[in-house]
T-cell receptor, first 114, second 118 residues
């Protein structure tokens, strides 16, 4: 069974560039989450979707961040323009149903903005 | 206020010692779920266990055991005879069974970094 797949694993970019992170959730899961992890702030929820519809994007830092889920098997998180403070590990996770189902995380994308 | 508190930021133990990682949660719901995740140095987040609020039985899985006590709102994790491979950051999380709708919010603690010294 394939888990949550994220790409790329590492991304290094210069300030001001556009960055797109990709995620393929586990087949059949109806929830998809984007998290950001930094030493200073720990794990932060950015946004989550249910059946491809954004439910809560209150964690998205600012307008530079956007997320889409065009279908049940693909989601993107875009940062435009990127800034050094965006450097972090970005995790995608998926789950089936509400509450009881654990989140299954991808391996993360380590983003470095210079 | 934090929904999930992991007061221990870092713990170091010598191999073969037992170690307990504390987790205290806060919720007004009667139905909720608690989770533990492991994040080894390689970085991935691995699901370890889930408990629901109606099941206070302790759980044991090999060297791992979990003690869920509603009276103290705690869900502690004990590793018996620790090994170097147990070195990781461990996260406790809470999910509340929300009412109608599609809300599905998870609350993570700040994690406890465990180092097992050979």
């Amino acid at each position: 069974d394939a888990g949550v797949i994220q790409s790329p694993r590492h991304e290094v970019t210069e300030m001001g560039q556009e960055v797109t992170l990709r995620c393929k959730p586990i087949s059949g899961h109806d929830y998809l989450f984007w998290y950001r992890q930094t030493m200073m702030r720990g794990l932060e929820l950015l946004i989550y979707f249910n059946n491809n519809v954004p439910i809560d994007d209150s964690g998205m830092p600012e307008d530079r961040f956007s997320a889409k889920m065009p279908n049940a098997s693909f989601s993107t998180l875009k940062i435009q323009p990127s800034e050094p403070r965006d450097s972090a590990v970005y995790f995608c996770a998926s789950s089936f149903g509400r509450g009881a189902s654990p989140l299954h995380f991808g391996n993360g994308t380590r983003l470095t903005v210079t | 206020a934090q929904k999930v508190t992991q007061a221990q930021t870092e713990i170091s133990v010598v191999e073969k010692e037992d170690v307990t990682l504390d987790c205290v949660y806060e919720t007004r719901d009667t139905t909720y779920y608690l989770f533990w995740y492991k994040q080894p140095p390689s970085g991935e987040l691995v699901f370890l266990i889930r408990r629901n609020s109606f099941d206070e039985q302790n759980e044991i899985s090999g060297r791992y055991s979990w003690n869920f006590q509603k009276s103290t709102s705690s869900f502690n994790f004990t590793i018996t005879a620790s090994q170097v491979v147990d070195s990781a950051v461990y996260f406790c999380a809470l999910s509340e069974a929300l009412g109608e709708g599609t809300g599905n919010q998870f609350y993570f603690g700040t994690g406890t970094s465990l180092t097992v010294i050979p």
